[in-house]
């Protein structure tokens, strides 16, 4: 059974970055195809970006293209999103998500109940 521990929240400024951190463990996490999420008070979950377990290939919310970067290192069992020129509208609880099934359209990646697997939030908060 996969467990997911995310942290590296915090508080910055606006036009500054954090790095979120996502640690997998009972299983390869090559085998997942990992999500950060984030969701803002009252409001469903909404999808940030996404990498395969290969790593190969990377998606991107329109919302935070140019900005966020999502990587992995399956040595680590780690997914990284490295968050740059954070806004205001940055802020709120992130969540990492995994899932290791096969999935039977191109999109799946962006709907939070398509995975399996989740992490506890960890809040980022921009403000000045």
């Known amino acids: 059974h996969v467990q997911l521990q995310a942290c590296g929240g915090g508080f910055v400024q606006p036009g500054g970055s954090l790095t979120l951190s996502c640690e997998a463990s009972?299983?390869?996490?090559?085998?997942?195809?990992t999500a950060w999420f984030r969701q803002y008070p009252g409001k469903e979950r909404e999808f940030v970006a996404a990498?395969?377990?290969?790593?190969?290939?990377?998606y991107y919310a329109d919302s935070v293209k140019g900005r966020f970067t999502i990587s992995r290192d399956n040595a680590k069992n780690t997914v990284v999103l490295q968050m740059n020129r954070l806004k205001s509208e940055d802020t709120a609880l992130y969540y990492c998500?995994?899932?290791?099934?096969?999935?039977?359209?191109?999109?799946?990646?962006?709907?939070?109940?398509?995975?399996?697997?989740w992490g506890q939030g960890t809040q980022v908060t921009v403000s000045s």
């Open positions: 009972g299983g390869p996490s090559s085998n997942y195809g």
């Open positions: 990498i395969r377990g290969s790593g190969e290939k990377t």
């Open positions: 998500a995994a899932d290791g099934r096969p999935h039977s359209y191109s999109t799946w990646y962006q709907r939070p109940d398509e995975y399996a697997h």
